[in-house]
């Protein structure tokens, strides 16, 4: 298991282009990036322009938690200490101050998939269900490519049609991190909440429908 930026660096779970997140403990910093210059035990982060800087924020901040996720592995995390920051072309440089840690593995294969999903959005007028896609799924959770913004810790309701196996999810999931794709746009990791055994078991019914039908294909 790789401690520092150099041993992640040669495994390849780090690297320029990687989005993190950055957290701390003035002010309630929370705010996201990605590494464009890796140098020894330093990152120097762009943060992105979607963010609403919280420069104050920033400028009180001595250390920082730096966090991402591997794709079908898990979350990393790892303790850093600030060395600048220049809020006119948003880069944040830091060193690490503390080995990596990993945790949240993933309990369920996750399946990448391209569906139509709907999710609901509120605004004055009370809610509005908006079409979204869905890029992975599993019993626990999915990823969700949201055409508004969202954040983290926040809820969303859900409604997904399992067309394969007959069946749709409908139901309340909470966002557990929000990344930026291309073009801008707002990718939702959301776990589901409270999700029946029924709808656990449809959900593994289609895994295992498309998975069985992609593996067919490939021979």
Same mark, same amino acid.
């Given at each position: 298991m790789p $401690?520092?930026?150099?041993?992640?660096?040669?495994q390849k779970i780090i690297f320029t282009g990687k989005q993190v997140m950055i957290t701390g403990d003035k002010a309630s910093l929370e705010c996201r990036g990605k590494i464009v210059?890796?140098?020894?035990?330093?990152?120097?982060?762009?943060?992105f322009a979607t963010t609403v800087y919280p420069h104050e924020m920033l400028? !009180? !901040?001595?250390?920082?938690?730096?966090?991402?996720?591997v794709s079908g592995d898990a %979350? =990393?995390?790892?303790?850093?200490?600030?060395s600048s920051y220049n809020d006119t072309a948003h880069i944040l440089q830091i060193r !690490?101050?503390? &080995?990596?840690e990993r945790t949240d593995k993933r309990k369920f294969y996750r399946l990448?998939?391209?569906?139509?999903? =709907?999710? $609901?959005?509120? %605004?004055e007028q009370g809610e509005s269900w908006l079409q979204a896609g869905l890029l992975d799924i599993s019993r626990g959770g999915a990823s969700i490519l949201s055409p508004v &913004?969202?954040?983290?810790?926040?809820?969303?309701k859900v409604w997904i049609p399992l067309d394969e196996v007959d069946h749709v999810i409908?139901? $309340?999931s909470r966002v557990v991190r929000v990344l930026e794709g291309d073009e801008g746009q707002v990718i939702a990791g959301v776990s589901f909440e409270g999700l029946s055994l029924t709808d656990q078991e449809k959900i593994l019914d289609y895994i295992l429908k498309v998975w069985k039908e992609k593996k067919n294909e490939e021979h």
């Open positions: $401690v520092t930026i150099g041993g992640a660096l040669r210059e890796i140098e020894g035990d330093m990152l120097i982060l762009e943060l400028r !009180q !901040q001595k250390a920082v938690n730096v966090s991402f996720v %979350t =990393y995390s790892f303790a850093a200490d600030v !690490q101050a503390s &080995p990596m990448k998939t391209s569906k139509l999903v =709907y999710i $609901v959005s509120e %605004t &913004p969202v954040s983290c810790g926040s809820d969303l409908e139901t $309340v």
